[in-house]
């Protein structure tokens, strides 16, 4: 009888101390950072490439 408590105690530790919701949240928030660095590149980009558009065609 001893041997299925240390087994059901071992098989709980090994659940407990498993780690994959931690690491899928670190990738969560790696990819939420990437995300905001790409809009924030896009929109200084953006403004910058508009304007140069725009004297581009307004020296045609």
């Known amino acids: 009888m001893l ?4 087994f ?7 659940k407990v101390k498993s780690e994959r919701g931690a690491s899928l949240v670190e990738y ?4 939420a950072l990437i995300a905001v660095v790409c809009i924030a590149a896009v ?5 910058r490439a508009s304007s140069n558009f725009s004297s581009i065609s307004r020296s045609i």
């Not at 041997?3 to 240390?6: A, K, W």
């Not at 059901?8 to 090994?14: K, P, S």
């Open 43 to 47: 929109s200084a980009l953006g403004n």
């Open 3 to 6: 041997t299925s408590y240390e």
């Open 8 to 14: 059901i105690a071992a098989y709980l530790q090994a």
């Open 28 to 31: 969560a928030l790696l990819v």
